[in-house]
């Protein structure tokens, strides 16, 4: 709680070093990865998707669990939430990790803004 306060603060005393959530990053998604990132990939199809007629805001990473989670509410009514509970499971682990990968990702843009400012800073400094 400590560090989200901290973070928090400090994107108030300066808007410039809290990234826009709205756009895209402003560094390169590589940089201080020297042997790359793993790409992730959509195992749900869009037709898929669309056959289940999934709503835009599930149409993410963790599709294929939503999808899952659905057929088995399907097959076992009137008893879906004691039979269910695996694949509700593996949904909300899948969208807890999206959510924690995210956190970092905007972590980490926030400190690359940050040491930007700073390095600037430095320059203006040097060149004074």
Known sequence: MGQWWSSAYEGWMDPSIRPDRQRPPLFDPLYGFPRGRKKRQMIATDEEMDAWQLEYRDRDYCA??????????????????????????????????DMVMRVKEFERERRLLKKEKMLKEKQAAAAA
């Open 64 to 97: 294929h669990f939503y999808i899952n989670h659905r057929r088995c509410l399907d097959n076992n009514r009137p008893f879906a939430y004691w039979n269910c509970k695996h694949e509700r499971h593996e949904l909300t682990k899948c969208e807890w990790e």
